[in-house]
């Protein structure tokens, strides 16, 4: 007799939740049309639990959500029970998941075929909209129905009719019942927006949720106010004639019938060019008028498909290739206290880990105590995080139905290893910000040398982390003039240090002592003062001895300069410490004078996004500032250009919607070279 494995009770509560809380958010989706939270995070949850059931398959029940399709149909419609049934994708994020797939599908082939067969592949882009099925008689639309739970949907015939793109009456008079999505463009979203504003109503979260909402109106005066298209890209079925034989001519055989088809698809030979075309359409599908959550990869060959068939939701042959996302859910399985170098104690979340715009992430920032208490985040929460640009991503919502009663709040406790002195932390009066009571501990002093030899203080190569460290631990440094004294004996007595990278540390030293004013001023850990405040001081002083005479009014009056950094810049320099420390630097280094550039980028506001092939983030920063620019973190409609490198992020997105210049690699360094 097989005796029964013990399974966790914490494993059962989790999926009991994650099933229930899908089940509610599916249904706000697909039913209500409202989001409350984006369907990435959703697919994160239901990732989750596919994961758990595989591990606990004697876990897994029927009415489970990752065996449905979608959510129910509208009492309001009539119901239409689907000729053919409808199926849903399983979805890959990886490129390790798409060459499983695709190993699967060899498996699959060789089993059915009794030989090795090398695919080939038909890739098309995967709309965000409303699925839609549409039936037609003798080459009349009879009918257009929702997918609903994939046996019955909704007829919403007279809205679809409203749709120009929807052929009411075919090229032929062929007997088909094909599939398809209807969608609304990004700009039409915008306009619908703003009128429902001004109406007091709710904008649409998405053009997704507005076609929806759109099609599953009673009145079609208000589907065709809409201004919905459609793309066909299946034909799940055919009266008469031989069906096309691939899925390229399947797509191309839909076109001819008059449908409108999305014409980006491609035929891929191989697993790689199928990689090649989700990647490129990453990068690429932010600039197309409608919304693009990934891409779909289907066996070409019809013999193949039908070969290899259908799992209990989805085909076998076909998998949706879903793009990096932006938002993801997991748990909040502790906070940690972080050090930084002014002193300033910051929140940092420790996640179970979880895949977020292409990387798997285990921290998230939670900036102060009063973040914490804005989102009431507990230890063990289930969370949705949000990637923030080029940094650490945010925690932006917590999931509260996931609550099991178990989590606990977070409070700030009266002492921080790390800090100096007792140890002891407070609060910063008027601040959100707690601090170390008593300021120059290891651990903070540690991170100023950290920070002063980083890519956007004085770059020093070679000498990271790791070797500061160890530097500190054999009291070899202290303090930041400490580096400009270190001799290749000191560095080859460390462990496993060896000649050549001794040479090389050394080197990249001597290269450091000559420096902008801007880097050196960044990396002096002044508190507020910033790689951009940095360059507004130098640009408008020159000279730090200047800059360190200065009073705090003449501070509090430069352009982009507030009095909270006013006052701290003005302290700084007060201070006989920092006086004495910037004293014995100057002896060692030799900074640039600060020259007016009126080339093509002065003046203007430049954003970074992506990698640059030529160079570096911090040097591309560097020779902005140096032509007379400033670089700025985030769009916004003050910002001239953007510079898009390779794999851009959500910036590019913001920069497209806010109509900001775009550009190019080639472009910028032509702009610098002017």
């Known amino acids: 007799m097989t005796q029964k494995r013990h399974i966790p009770h914490g494993v059962q509560e989790r999926i009991k939740k994650l099933r229930e809380t899908i089940d509610h958010h599916r249904y706000l989706y697909h039913v209500l049309d409202k989001e409350e939270f984006s369907a990435e995070a959703l697919d994160s949850l239901k990732a989750e639990l596919v994961k758990l059931e595989e591990e606990y398959p004697e876990l897994t029940t029927p009415d489970s959500p990752t065996k449905r399709v979608a959510g129910k149909p509208l009492s309001g419609f009539v119901k239409v029970t689907h000729r053919v049934p409808q199926w849903s994708f399983n979805d890959a994020f990886t490129e390790?998941?798409?060459?499983?797939?695709?190993?699967?599908?060899?498996?699959?082939?060789?089993a059915a075929f009794k030989k090795e067969i090398a695919p080939a592949y038909t890739v098309e882009l995967k709309i965000d909209g409303l699925k839609v099925v549409f039936e037609y008689e003798r080459g009349i639309l009879k009918r257009a129905?929702?997918?609903g739970d994939g046996k019955v949907g909704e007829d919403?015939?007279?809205?679809?009719?409203?749709?120009?793109?929807?052929?009411?009456?075919l090229r032929r008079p062929a007997s088909v019942i094909v599939e398809g999505e209807v969608w609304m463009g990004k700009k039409q979203l915008e306009l619908l927006n703003k009128e429902r504003e001004k109406e007091n109503e709710p904008p649409f979260a998405n053009p997704r949720n507005a076609a929806a909402g759109s099609i599953r109106q009673l009145d079609p005066r208000v589907a065709a106010g809409r201004k919905l298209d459609n793309f066909i890209y299946d034909l799940a079925w055919l009266s008469d004639g031989e069906a096309p034989r691939t899925q390229y001519e399947e797509l191309k055989f839909l076109r001819e019938l008059g449908f409108k088809v999305e014409n980006r698809f491609a035929l891929c030979r191989n697993i790689d060019e199928v990689i090649d075309y989700w990647r490129q359409w990453q990068k690429r599908g932010a600039s197309l008028s409608y919304l693009l959550d990934g891409v779909v990869v289907k066996l070409n060959e019809r013999r193949f498909q039908e070969a290899l068939g259908h799992t209990g939701k989805a085909p076998r042959y076909a998998m949706a290739l879903k793009f990096a996302s932006e938002e993801a859910a997991t748990v909040l399985e502790d906070i940690a206290l972080q050090v930084g170098r002014t002193g300033v104690i910051t929140p940092v979340a420790v996640l179970n880990p979880v895949r977020l715009a292409g990387s798997v992430i285990s921290r998230a920032t939670l900036h102060n105590e009063d973040e914490i208490k804005r989102l009431d985040v507990r230890l063990g929460d289930t969370v949705i995080l949000k990637k923030a640009g080029d940094v650490i991503p945010d925690i932006v919502s917590v999931v509260r139905e996931m609550r099991t009663g178990r989590e606990k709040p977070f409070h700030f406790p009266k002492k921080v290893e790390g800090?100096?002195?007792?140890?002891?932390?407070?609060?910063?009066?008027?601040?959100?910000?707690?601090?170390?009571?008593?300021?120059?501990?290891f651990a903070e002093q540690k991170r100023k040398l950290y920070h002063f030899v980083s890519k956007k203080a004085l770059d020093i190569r070679g000498l990271g982390p790791k070797l500061i460290d160890l530097l500190m631990e054999h009291k070899l440094i202290g303090s930041f003039t400490d580096i400009f004294s270190l001799g290749k004996g000191d560095l080859l007595n460390l462990p496993r240090f060896a000649e050549k990278s001794a040479e090389n540390v050394l080197a990249s030293i001597e290269r450091a002592r000559k420096v902008t004013l801007t880097r050196l001023l960044t990396a002096l850990s002044i508190p507020h003062a910033?790689?951009?405040?940095?360059?507004?001081?130098?640009?408008?002083?020159?000279?730090?001895?200047?800059?360190g005479r200065t009073s705090f009014e003449e501070l509090e009056n430069i352009s982009g300069i507030g009095p909270i950094v006013a006052r701290s810049v003005h302290d700084w320099f007060r201070n006989d410490e920092n006086k004495k420390l910037l004293s014995r630097l100057l002896k060692e280094l030799t900074v640039e004078k600060v020259k007016e550039s009126k080339g093509a980028i002065s003046g203007k506001t430049l954003v970074l996004t992506g990698s640059l092939a030529s160079m570096e983030r911090e040097e591309a920063k560097e020779k902005i500032r140096r032509a007379g620019g400033k670089v700025s973190s985030q769009i916004s409609p003050s910002v001239d250009l953007v510079v898009a490198g390779e794999?851009?992020?959500?910036k590019f997105d913001k920069a497209l919607e806010l109509g900001v210049r775009i550009l190019s690699e080639k472009?910028?360094?032509?702009?610098?070279?002017k």
């Open 96 to 110: 390790e998941e798409i060459r499983e797939f695709d190993a699967r599908v060899r498996r699959g082939l060789k």
């Open 667 to 673: 472009e910028f360094l032509d702009m610098l070279e």
């Open 145 to 147: 129905a929702t997918r």
């Open 647 to 650: 794999n851009p992020g959500s």
């Open 530 to 547: 910033g790689e951009e405040t940095a360059s507004v001081l130098a640009k408008h002083y020159g000279d730090i001895r200047k800059l």
């Open 419 to 441: 800090c100096g002195g007792d140890g002891s932390i407070e609060r910063v009066p008027g601040q959100a910000a707690w601090r170390c009571k008593f300021p120059g501990s």
């Open 156 to 169: 919403v015939t007279a809205n679809v009719k409203t749709i120009e793109s929807v052929p009411l009456s």
